[in-house]
Every structure is written in structure tokens, then in C-alpha cells.
């Protein structure tokens, strides 16, 4: 019965490549990386948020102290003035107050000026802290997305190659599958070498001078001595 070589070294292939998608299936990013990434950039875009926020609270609050002030001011200064408060005491008093309501006045401004002199520092950082965000989100999405659809096609292409390889398999003799089976098995996934310049084409051991004829002649399996893999001659040569 001649040698199923051609088979086999089919059979082999079809193994690895199934080897080869199983774990690139496997090894599939989950994207957590993504995820890791977008969670660190939406918690900086909080704070940047929350900076923003408390200072323009801030701002707000000292407008309307000055406000106050301001409208407290103007009748203390406007009455000062006008020259119908003729006790020096009283006078004496309400200029101490403007003085009062002026040094108030100076400090509100002043605060408020550093506020928005922060302020325009904080927002264009939460603007562009929310664009990380965004740019964050868009990669976990396109992370996503890259891995579904290489999933779906390592998954399609792996079934047809399970396929081809069942029908394959059912077509080898009993004994020569169920060694092949064996060794695949027993030396990770691969059980077939091919006769390359006198040696066996998996552990390289070289072969005896007779027996490299031999294999090339086709006539019986041969087994490396050293590893136990088939050793096949070239399909070309069987």
C-alpha cells in the first residue's frame, strides 16, 4: 500500500495552523488596556472639571461681595461728599468706612483677578482633558471593534480548517492515523518531519545513509530515532 506522505505532511500543516489561530485567538486583546487608559483620563477630566467649577464659584462669590460693597460704598461716599454732614466726628467715621469699604474692595479685586487669571489656565486644561477622554473612548471603541471582527474571521477560518483537517484525518489508514494522533500529542503538536540533507526534518538528528534511501524510495514509514516523529521523504519524491 503506498505511503500516505503527501497526507501527512497536509495533516501537519493544518495542525499548526490550527495550533497558531487557537492561541492567536486566545491572545486576543480584551481591552483592558483601553479600558485602564479611559478610566485614568475621565477621573483627570473630573478634576479638571472640579477645578474649574470651584473657581468660578469663587468668582462668582466674590463678585457678589463686591457688589455688596460697591452698593454700600456708593451712599457712604455720595453723603461724604456732599456737604450736608457738617460734624467732624461723623465725618471722621463715614471716611474711615469708605477707607474700610475700599481696602474690602481692593482685596475682592484682586481676588477675583487671580481667579480668572487661574480660570484661563483650568479651562482650556479640562477642554483638553475631556479630549483625551474622548480620544480615549474612541480607541477603547476601535479596540473593540478590531477585536470583533478578528475574532469572527480567526473563528470562520479555524472551522474550515477543523473541517479539512476531520476530513483529512478520516482518510488516513487506522494505524498510521493513530500513530500520527500519538505522536501529535506527545511532542507539541507535531508528529511530521520531512528528510532535509540527510536529517530528520524536526530534531535534526542526522539519518544512517541506508535508511535516507530507503525513505526516499517510499517504501515503509521510518521513524527519527531520536524524536519518534515521522520522517517523510519530499512529496515530490515519494
Known amino acids: 500500500m503506498p505511503l500516505q506522505v503527501e497526507e501527512l505532511i497536509r495533516l501537519q500543516a493544518l495542525d499548526v495552523d490550527i495550533q497558531e489561530m487557537s492561541e492567536a485567538l486566545a491572545e486576543l486583546g480584551s481591552g483592558e488596556r483601553e479600558r485602564n487608559i479611559l478610566s485614568?483620563?475621565?477621573?483627570?477630566?473630573?478634576?479638571?472639571?472640579q477645578k474649574v467649577t470651584?473657581?468660578?464659584?469663587?468668582?462668582?462669590?466674590?463678585?457678589?461681595r463686591l457688589a455688596a460693597v460697591e452698593k454700600k460704598r456708593g451712599p457712604v461716599t455720595q453723603k461724604f461728599f456732599s456737604g450736608t454732614v457738617s460734624n467732624p466726628e461723623e465725618l471722621t467715621a463715614m471716611q474711615?468706612?469708605?477707607?474700610m469699604l475700599d481696602r474690602q474692595r481692593g482685596r475682592l479685586?484682586?481676588?477675583?483677578?487671580?481667579?480668572m487669571t487661574a480660570l484661563e489656565e483650568a479651562e482650556p486644561a479640562a477642554e483638553q482633558a475631556q479630549q483625551a477622554v474622548e480620544a480615549a473612548r474612541q480607541a477603547m471603541e476601535q479596540q473593540?471593534?478590531?477585536?470583533?471582527?478578528?475574532?469572527?474571521?480567526?473563528t470562520r477560518l479555524l472551522a474550515?480548517?477543523?473541517?479539512?483537517?476531520?476530513?483529512?484525518?478520516?482518510?488516513?489508514e487506522p494505524d498510521t492515523r493513530a500513530r500520527y494522533e500519538d505522536l501529535l500529542q506527545r511532542h507539541r503538536n507535531l508528529a511530521v518531519g520531512v528528510l532535509?540533507?540527510?536529517?530528520?526534518?524536526?530534531?535534526q538528528t542526522r539519518?544512517?545513509?541506508?535508511?535516507?534511501l530507503r525513505i526516499r524510495e517510499g517504501s515503509k514509514y521510518y521513524f527519527c530515532e531520536n524524536c519518534l516523529r515521522f520522517i517523510l521523504p519530499e512529496p515530490s519524491e515519494s
Open 40 to 49: 485614568m483620563r475621565e477621573k483627570v477630566a473630573d478634576l479638571s472639571r
Open 207 to 212: 539519518v544512517p545513509a541506508g535508511v535516507a
Open 144 to 154: 473593540t471593534r478590531d477585536s470583533s471582527s478578528e475574532r469572527q474571521r480567526l
Open 109 to 115: 479685586d484682586e481676588g477675583i483677578l487671580t481667579v
Open 160 to 172: 474550515e480548517r477543523r473541517a479539512e483537517r476531520e476530513e483529512l484525518a478520516a482518510r488516513l
Open 196 to 203: 532535509h540533507e540527510g536529517a530528520c526534518g524536526c530534531c
Open 54 to 64: 470651584t473657581l468660578q464659584a469663587r468668582q462668582k462669590d466674590a463678585e457678589l
Open 96 to 99: 474711615q468706612e469708605v477707607r
